[in-house]
């Protein structure tokens, strides 16, 4: 009768836990879709399925994103529609030789030259076809594109950033963040729902005690008591509770010492506030327009000032991050910024054969740095992570006769098994460490 009656309250609990947990979760997964949902919208509507859009749209980032956007006007004229102000074989002789026209008196040429401080824009030796499809491109993405609001330039979001965001080891990873949230939220859950139960469980007793029906059974049920004395004092409950404190501290010595030289997620402050997100995200300047000895050298030069001052002598010349590069400038002193991946010393690593060579993109090692405001270490860096990447990155020898016996001697080997980079000895010592 005593357990009839107290575990009605129980399926309400769990009721109302489930309704709650169902909610939060089609929330959560309801936002997922709608983000989901406009990237696809998106992608679709800058006609990311055409062929000739795709090959402009590589164009246009290797050519013109560091002087040209499409909705914004840079070191060059934007370019929104620019496909309705001239006809396309204008076009195709202005990105060729623009100094050929301005010089033969062409009046739309002379005007541009004029309106932009007769700035001469470098000539591009392209084909017909290929400026044809960095038109298309421009073409579709006046059509989609939404006119970006100018009040708050994101340097001035990233240099918010740099001064408020702590810049240590969590910064920049979101998702660490919101599994954070989750578990804390299931654990104060819990203890809601214990707290109520022994509320509820208190409850049912003292309402039991005043019922003069019960018999000797009953009533020695409900005026029991739990003498927590007796857990605490218990040689088990004291042998367990001692292995977990051990087996805790020893994870956590264990974690420590595997983390030592780990930087993931470090994100110092840096000296001026720039924007990846703006610069290699939203107007698509390719890497190597700045860092110039990605494809070339054993390491990634950090960008001169000069680099700056390419757009930077004609745009956002009174933005105070701007403004100390131009300090920078006039004191002869170079840029402090600061080393976000470092390698330790005793291990070799050549930038270029990894770019050029094996042909692996920026975001592989560094992550989505074109959505980076402050940068930050995306990636472990460790001797681990790297091997495993040599272990499953296909190495590309086609057209390539240094591989072909190679490539002959290990499918006679391994038969199917794919030619990785740790097939042509990228797993040994000698490789990283000399």
């Known amino acids: 009768m005593i ?12 009721s109302l836990l489930l309704s709650f947990l169902t909610v939060f979760s089609s929330f959560a997964q309801g936002e997922q879709a709608s983000v989901s949902q406009d990237g ?15 090959a402009g749209a590589a164009l246009f980032k290797n050519n013109c994103a560091s002087c ?35 010089q033969s008196g062409d009046k739309e040429a002379l005007a541009i030259f004029n309106e932009y401080d007769k700035q001469q824009m470098p000539s591009f030796a392209l084909s017909d076809d290929e400026i044809t499809s960095m038109v298309k491109y421009i073409e579709v993405e006046s059509a989609t594109a939404a006119t970006a609001p100018t009040g708050t330039p994101a340097n001035d979001q990233a240099a918010a950033a740099a001064t408020d965001g702590p810049g240590g080891a ?28 022994l509320i509820i469980a208190n409850l049912m007793k003292d309402y039991l005690r005043g019922k003069k029906d019960l018999d000797g059974n009953d009533r020695e049920l409900v005026e029991q008591r739990f003498d927590f004395s007796k857990v605490y004092k218990s040689r088990a409950v004291q042998v367990i509770v001692g292995l977990i404190f051990l087996i805790v501290l020893t994870d956590i010595a264990i974690e420590e010492t595997f983390g030592v030289g780990l930087q993931q ?13 703006l610069h290699a995200g939203e107007h698509q300047i390719d890497c190597n327009y700045c860092h110039t000895s990605v494809y070339k050298s054993k390491n990634a030069n950090i960008p001169s000032a000069n680099i700056c001052m390419n757009c930077h002598s004609q745009i956002k010349k009174e933005s105070p991050e701007i403004r100390k590069i ?13 080393r976000v991946h470092n390698l330790p ?10 770019t050029q060579v094996g042909g692996v993109e920026c ?31 296909p190495l590309n020898t086609e057209g390539n006769g240094y591989y072909n016996n190679l490539v002959k001697l290990h499918d006679q080997a391994n038969k199917g098994a794919v030619f990785t980079v740790s097939s042509n000895g990228g797993t040994e010592c000698s490789k990283c460490h000399y």
């Open 345 to 354: 010393d005793l291990a070799y690593f050549n930038h270029s054969q990894h």
């Open 170 to 197: 969590g910064g920049g990873i979101a998702t660490d963040s919101y599994l954070h949230i989750v578990l804390i939220a299931l654990i104060i859950i819990l203890i809601v729902m214990v707290v109520v139960l």
């Open 68 to 102: 040209h956007a499409i909705n914004e006007k840079l070191v060059g004229p934007p370019l929104k529609d620019v496909h309705k102000k001239h006809k396309l074989p204008w076009l195709i002789n202005w990105i060729r030789n623009s100094s050929k026209m301005v």
């Open 265 to 277: 997620g470090y994100q110092p402050r840096q000296p001026i506030a720039f924007s990846h997100k």
């Open 3 to 14: 357990s009839c009656k107290s575990n009605k309250k129980y399926p309400l609990l769990l």
């Open 40 to 54: 696809v919208t998106a992608g679709a509507a800058a006609g990311g399925d055409d062929a000739q859009v795709q």
């Open 363 to 393: 975001q592989t090692c560094h992550g989505p740095i074109e959505t980076m405001d402050v940068v930050y270490q995306f990636s472990p860096l460790t001797m681990g992570w790297c091997i495993n990447c040599h272990r499953e990155q």
């Open 326 to 338: 131009y300090a920078a400038i006039e004191k002869d002193q170079p840029i402090e910024w600061v």
